[in-house]
Nanobody
Framework: QVQLVESGGGLVQPGESLRLSCAAS????????MGWYRQAPGKERELVAV???????NYADSVKGRFTISRDNAKNTVYLQMNSLTPEDTAVYYC????????????????WGRGTLVTVSS
């Protein structure tokens, strides 16, 4: 009944920037935490950044100082601004959110997007 759709991935050169977006849609009553995860080839999925419902961010050590997570509650959208990208940032980036739907307002369920590919290469 709800879905997350990511956009903004692509191919960039080292040192460049990208901005990812993730929009939630459907029968949404409330959204709690929203976040970004990534999975590189041959590796497990890892947390990149998360932002609470109140707007407090947390980052993986590997992206601190380079990535910024933000959200627009009016648009049910979370963003990930990625600067100074390196080849090690190459991965599929997944959006995640804890969402309460209209018919079950007291329960938050975890929803995942399908991912967007970010490739950093010269």
């Amino acid at each position: 009944q709800v879905q997350l759709v990511e956009s903004g991935g692509g191919l960039v050169q080292p040192g460049e920037s990208l901005r990812l977006s993730c929009a939630a849609s459907g029968s949404i009553f409330s959204i709690n935490a929203m976040g970004w995860y990534r999975q590189a080839p041959g590796k497990e999925r890892e947390l990149v950044a998360v932002i609470t419902g109140g707007g407090s961010p947390n980052y993986a050590d590997s992206v601190k100082g380079r990535f910024t997570i933000s959200r627009d509650n009016a648009k049910n959208t979370v963003y990930l601004q990625m600067n100074s990208l390196t080849p090690e940032d190459t991965a599929v980036y997944y959006c995640n959110a804890k969402i309460a739907i209209v018919t079950m307002r007291s329960e938050y369920v975890e929803v995942w997007g399908r991912g967007t590919l970010v490739t950093v290469s010269s």
